[in-house]
Nanobody, 125 residues
């Protein structure tokens, strides 16, 4: 069992940046792949990015490729999502998720076992 807590969301103008953090407790952090998902009003939850257990491999959705950077610090039990050049279409609640058994290439929300409470990101035009 692992508890995930996101932070760092907020309101920014288009072109701005935010850094989201996901702090984990209650489990062995390095045993989990981590993913970030987002859900906009009226839309399905979708994968944003994911990272392997060691941090050596990452996946990015095409919509964020080149703008977002995912990293993890296993010593601090924390994963970070640096979001640059934000666009209004990035507006959503962002969720941190973890899986003990899946590959980092898993993109389906149902694959992930544990979820944070979400943090709101709003990008104004």
């Amino acid at each position: 069992q692992v508890q995930l807590v996101e932070s760092g969301g907020g309101l920014v103008q288009a072109g701005g940046s935010l850094r989201l953090s996901c702090a984990a407790s209650g489990g062995t952090f390095a045993n989990y792949i981590l993913g970030w998902f987002r859900q906009a009003p009226g839309k399905e939850r979708e994968v944003v990015t994911s990272i392997s257990r060691s941090g050596g491999n990452t996946y990015y959705a095409a919509s964020v490729q080149g703008r977002f950077t995912l990293s993890r610090d296993n010593a601090k039990n924390t994963v970070y999502l640096q979001m640059n050049n934000l666009k209004p279409e990035d507006t959503a609640v962002y969720y941190c998720a973890a899986s003990r058994s899946a590959s980092y290439t898993a993109t389906r929300p149902s694959t992930y076992d544990y979820w944070g409470q979400g943090t709101q990101v709003t990008v104004s035009s």
